[in-house]
């Protein structure tokens, strides 16, 4: 996993979106990257397969995915801010 796509995933997560919505998705993350590549250079250079395989990556680390319980496949990538990975 590229550290510096972490550090700018991070930066994305809490400065731009910040902690106070509960669930974000990987097409919001991807909005803010295109819409400022110029701060996101590691990520907006990448194709944009690869630059969400690199958000799913990187997420799925650190936040537990937030689906329905009913549905068995994970197609809508959104991702739960308050059940962080590793933390109680």
């Known amino acids: ?3 510096d796509a972490g550090d700018e995933l991070e930066y994305i997560v809490t400065v731009c979106i910040g902690e106070k919505f509960k669930l974000v998705s990987q097409r919001h993350i991807e909005k803010h990257i295109l ?3 110029h701060l996101f250079p590691i990520l ?3 194709s944009q397969k ?3 395989n690199m958000i799913s990556r990187i997420m799925n ?3 537990e995915l ?3 319980p009913d549905r068995p496949k994970k197609r809508n990538r959104v991702w739960n801010m308050l ?6």
């Open 1 to 3: 996993m590229n550290i």
């Open 35 to 37: 819409e400022d590549p």
């Open 44 to 46: 907006a250079r990448l």
């Open 50 to 52: 690869g630059r969400r």
């Open 61 to 63: 680390a650190r936040y």
């Open 66 to 68: 937030w689906n329905e």
């Open 83 to 88: 059940k962080r990975r590793g933390s109680q």
